[in-house]
């Protein structure tokens, strides 16, 4: 499909948001009038009210001849002047996809690439263009890989995709807001109702009476019935559009493997899932480690550190890139599947290019370690970058166990809490072991209705699995609180802990240490042994 097709079947999508604007409106009408003829007055005055409460919406939306400007993707601006040789690529790959360059390119901290265009007059004039670039993508591709997404990116611009995606992005933009001030509206009716009835339960529970149950799913049900009109229409327009957008990945696809070569694309694009993956699993496990102690790595390690993991981690990254997604992320998505793309681009003729451009992105930087130092201020919010910052990764790991096992926040710990009024301590628990009390305290864990409900042995196999689980918290805590326990950072694998050694010189298992104490015949010795490991401690049990 050609622009000018495109542009015309985009107009008339939005053309056809606002005449479902003007139709909703003219029923509205068309039931007051009825009102106004056949009901009672005092009927017709407070359905008058409802119309008009369902009609603002709808009119708000038909007022909003803007298009929406979404918020601009946080990122450090690259210049000419600071990054002549990603400038100097980028260029030269604009000529050769036979387009004009971005006027702005921005490095992000997202696995991604995207340009956007802010073009006049529903797209029909071109604007200022801006390249986003993720630096996590230049951690973890080939200058080759990252070549064809450029190219691929670039061939968007080529094809008027980002020009004319002013219209689309303008129709999905009304079709959602005037969905969402609908729903928004039945929420706070709901809100109000259940408050409603809520403070009538109180007023008869005071007064002795029984409190009926709380229940507001009749209010705000026009709302919502006025938003499933709009849903309806919302799912016609992003099904009409989708074949198109889904087109333009083939097609900008197709650019690059001609640009960039097949072998280099068709890697890029089984690289991003994995780097995708990679990099949320980094986050939660690495960079933010110390976020609920409010602490940070170095600077500049926030992002670095992901170059790092993916280097130690290359085995285990190899057999992610076979398992290509095969499926869209959602029936919305305007990207093909992954599997379906690699596919078509694999089946291309051999170019002969395989060996193009093997170094590393990141080395199109001009100086990559201040970058991800830069990034960080653009890219974390105020309140983390507050944050205190350790000297290396490895004192972020001891700083973050010390303060996680000191919290005491076992169901374990909550149990002995409730069970004894004390506080809880492993030498007092390991006494109430040995009293004979462990399976009266383990009544207090939080167990299901069948684990409640069994006695003897049935009922002690239901909740061991917890209490080892927590014993082994409580003597983690114990051990690093007499610095018996040291950790060890690894890229390559979760955090290890490294406890005394055994009698025999052997590494420490603690998980068969604790095994006895949680026995049908509890044995707490050998935790005991392992407590009285160092010197210092002796006898303090």
Same mark, same amino acid.
Do not use: C
């Given at each position: 499909m050609g622009a000018t097709l495109r542009a015309v079947r985009a107009l008339?999508?939005?053309a056809g948001f606002y005449l479902l604007g003007v139709v909703l409106l003219a029923v509205l009408v068309g039931i007051d009038w009825l009102l106004y003829r056949y009901a009672p007055?005092?009927?017709?005055?407070?359905?008058?009210?409802?119309?008009?409460?369902?009609?603002?919406p709808v009119v708000r939306s038909l007022f909003m001849l803007r298009t929406p400007r979404e918020e601009e993707t946080a990122g450090l601006p690259a210049t000419e002047a600071d990054e002549p040789e990603l400038w100097r690529t980028v260029r030269e790959l604009a000529e050769q996809v036979g387009t004009r360059a971005p006027s702005r390119i921005l490095l992000t901290a997202d696995v991604n690439a995207a340009v956007a265009e802010d073009a006049r007059l529903l797209g029909l004039l071109p604007g200022p263009r801006r390249l986003y670039l993720g630096v996590p993508l230049l951690q973890g591709l080939s200058e080759a890989q990252l070549r064809a997404?450029?190219? !691929?990116?670039?061939?968007?611009?080529?094809? %008027?995709?980002? *020009?004319?995606? #002013?219209?689309?992005?303008?129709?999905?933009?009304?079709?959602?807001?005037?969905?969402? !001030?609908?729903?928004?509206?039945?929420?706070? %009716?709901?809100? *109000?109702?259940? #408050?409603?009835q809520e403070k009538k339960n109180a007023k008869a529970e005071a007064k002795g009476k029984q409190a009926k149950e709380v229940d507001p799913g009749h209010a705000g049900v026009t709302y919502r019935m006025m938003a499933k009109i709009y849903i309806t229409y919302a799912k016609l327009y992003f099904r009409a559009t989708l074949s198109v957008?889904?087109?333009?990945?083939?097609?900008?696809?197709?650019?690059a493997a001609r640009i960039a070569g097949r072998d280099a694309t068709a890697a890029a694009l089984r690289e991003i899932p994995v780097l995708d993956a990679s990099f949320g699993f980094y986050m939660n496990c690495y960079a933010t480690l110390g976020s609920g102690s409010e602490l940070l790595?170095?600077?500049?390690?926030?992002?670095?550190?992901?170059?790092?993991?993916?280097?130690?981690?290359?085995?285990?990254?190899?057999?992610?890139?076979?398992?290509l997604p095969t499926e869209p992320s959602s029936p919305y998505d305007s990207h093909p599947p992954i599997a379906d793309r690699v596919r078509r681009i694999e089946e291309l003729p051999d170019d002969g290019r395989a060996d193009e451009a093997r170094g590393a992105a990141l080395d199109l930087l001009s100086d990559a370690q201040n970058t991800l130092v830069a990034l960080e201020d653009v890219a974390l919010t105020?309140?983390?970058?507050?944050?205190?910052?350790?000297?290396?990764?490895?004192?972020?790991l001891d700083r973050t166990m010390a303060e996680s096992f000191g919290s005491g926040s076992t169901s374990l710990h909550r149990a002995y809490v409730m069970y004894t009024k004390d506080q809880p301590t492993l030498p007092a628990l390991l006494k109430l072991i040995e009293d004979g009390q462990l399976w009266q305290l383990a009544k207090r864990l939080p167990l299901s209705d069948e684990a409640a409900a069994a006695n003897g042995r049935a009922f002690r196999e239901f909740v061991r699995p917890t209490l080892h689980r927590s014993l082994i918290s409580m003597a983690l805590a114990e051990l690093n609180a007499r610095s018996l326990l040291r950790w060890e950072f690894s890229w390559e694998r979760s955090a290890i802990p490294h406890l005394p050694p055994a009698p025999d010189g052997t590494e420490t298992d603690l998980a068969e240490v604790v095994a006895p104490a949680v026995a049908d015949?509890?044995?707490?010795?050998?935790?005991?042994?392992?407590?009285?490991n160092d010197s210092q401690h002796r006898g303090a049990l």
């Open positions: 008339v999508l939005l007055a005092s009927l017709a005055a407070k359905l008058y009210l409802v119309s008009v409460l369902l009609a603002i997404v450029l190219a !691929h990116e670039l061939g968007h611009y080529s094809n %008027s995709d980002t *020009r004319l995606a #002013a219209l689309t992005v303008r129709g999905r933009a009304q079709v959602l807001r005037t969905i969402t !001030h609908f729903e928004q509206r039945a929420d706070k %009716s709901a809100a *109000r109702e259940q #408050a409603r957008s889904r087109r333009q990945e083939y097609a900008a696809d197709a650019a790595p170095p600077r500049g390690e926030v992002f670095g550190g992901f170059g790092r993991m993916l280097s130690a981690r290359q085995l285990e990254l190899a057999g992610m890139r076979t398992e105020d309140d983390v970058r507050r944050f205190s910052r350790t000297r290396d990764w490895q004192e972020l015949a509890p044995d707490t010795a050998p935790l005991r042994a392992l407590l009285a």
